[in-house]
Nanobody
Framework: QVQLVESGGGLVQAGGSLRLSCVAS????????MAWFRQAPGKEREFVGF???????YYAPTMRGRISISRDNAVNTVYLQMNSLNFEDTAVYYC????????????????WGQGTRVTVSS
């Protein structure tokens, strides 16, 4: 069992930056693939990117160039750095942990955090 707690969301002006964190409980963090998803109001949950246990990192094409995902296995934390934020980035951001699949689908993940809300003001 893994528990995930996201933090770092908030209100930011367009063009600004935020760094989200997700801390996992337990001693097996390094054995999980970690991902970020987001869900905007009235929309389906959307893949943002992942940091696999192998070290592989992948970003959704729509966000590539503006985000960076990293993980620190020593402190059981995965990060999402977001830059040049715009109104369309307003969403609840979730981190997820899993160990199967290609990593792009929410079906590939078994554990989810409660989410942290990001609001970008224009």
């Amino acid at each position: 069992q893994v528990q995930l707690v996201e933090s770092g969301g908030g209100l930011v002006q367009a063009g600004g930056s935020l760094r989200l964190s997700c801390v996992a409980s337990g001693r097996t963090f390094s054995t999980y693939n970690m991902a970020w998803f987001r869900q905007a109001p009235g929309k389906e949950r959307e893949f943002v990117g992942f940091a696999f246990k192998s070290g592989s990192i992948y970003y959704a094409p729509t966000m590539r160039g503006r985000i960076s995902i990293s993980r620190d296995n020593a402190v059981n934390t995965v990060y999402l750095q977001m830059n040049s934020l715009n109104f369309e980035d307003t969403a609840v951001y979730y981190c997820a942990a899993g160990s199967r699949g290609l990593g792009y689908s929410d079906n590939d993940y078994d554990y989810w955090g409660q989410g942290t809300r990001v609001t970008v003001s224009s």
